[in-house]
């Protein structure tokens, strides 16, 4: 055999071939399965089920009255009763359904539509501003301190002259959210625009690009995570204000009826109007941080 053959068939032809084991493993196929996270799910598990352990161990003790912490069953029926229609006595053939005039979804949904309007208000409202109050410096001097006044008032502070304005509908509780939605908005808008590097703006400009196109290739990206960071806390003022904006004239409502029940001492449907509220928040800023890794693939990355 000679050289020049021992060297052709030492070197072997690996083009489109894979070595045996380097594919995809199902672990990376499937991310939701992998041992950290099933870890995490299993610990949150075992501490709600600890939670409730407690509060049924507390309750079934008799250690504190059913007025003031009512058991889990009593929680679970009010979900139940405000879920269903049921006869307003035994024996009775009238019907009653939910809880005053409405089921609980019917409330929740209410809220979240007031939610809904006052936050995309304060988007609105709050991106603009803060844009030129970044932008134009004169502008940004002048209005910040009036912006950081509407910023420190608590929503209860204002409530009372809405209401004078509005009146006890729909339109006072929109406002009162807004007002709640549009301070914390603007402020992130406003750090975002004003926290972006001089060298990107030059670097467009050294290109030809117009100021138009800054604004929408430049100066929008690169304030944006700011800005979605500005509407998942504003999303979560407005939810800690829902009851206060539904007070007065807050049916159907899920603040307003947490607010009802607890004057008539329905104990066990205000813990359950207070769950329906912390599950929603929940759900909501999870949803915000979702459409913010889809919108900003690139934060936190190097």
Not at 21 to 38: C, D, F, I, V, Y
Not at 65 to 94: H, M, N, T
Not at 267 to 281: D, F, S
Request: glycine share 12%; hydrophobic share 50%; net charge neutral.
């Amino acid at each position: 055999m000679s050289a020049t053959e021992t060297q052709t068939t030492t070197v072997p032809d690996t083009t489109g071939t894979e070595p045996a084991g380097t594919g995809p493993s199902p672990a990376k196929e499937n991310a939701w399965l992998t041992p950290g996270r099933l870890r995490h799910w299993g610990v949150n598990a075992a501490v709600f089920a600890g939670v409730l352990l407690v509060w049924w161990a507390i309750t079934a003790t008799g250690l504190i009255q059913p007025l003031f912490l009512p058991s889990p069953g009593s929680v679970i029926q009010a979900f139940g009763d405000a879920s269903s229609c049921r006869p307003i006595a035994e024996g009775s053939a009238r019907i009653v359904c939910g809880e005053q005039g409405y089921f609980l979804w019917e409330h929740l949904l209410a809220s979240l539509q007031r939610i809904g309007m006052g936050v995309a208000g304060g988007i609105l409202i709050g991106v603009l501003l803060g844009f030129a109050m970044a932008l134009i410096p004169t502008f940004g001097r002048l209005s910040e301190p009036y912006l950081n006044f509407l910023r420190s008032l608590p929503p209860l502070g204002y409530i009372g002259l809405l209401i004078v304005w509005f009146g006890i509908g729909d339109t006072s509780k929109v406002w009162l959210l807004f007002l709640a939605a549009f301070p914390p908005i603007a402020m992130a808008t406003i750090d975002g625009v004003r926290g972006i590097r001089a060298d990107r703006l030059q670097a467009a400009q050294s290109l030809g690009a117009s100021h138009l196109q800054v604004m929408r290739h430049v100066v929008l990206p690169a304030s944006l995570p700011s800005i979605l960071s500005g509407i998942r806390i504003a999303t979560g003022f407005a939810w800690t204000t829902v009851v206060a904006a539904e007070l007065n004239n807050g049916i159907p409502g899920i603040g307003g009826l947490a607010y009802l029940s607890g004057t008539q001492l329905q104990t066990p449907l205000t813990i359950a109007c207070i769950i329906i509220v912390g599950l929603a928040a929940i759900t909501l800023d999870f949803g915000i941080k979702w459409i913010s890794q889809l919108l900003v693939p690139w934060q936190g990355k190097a």
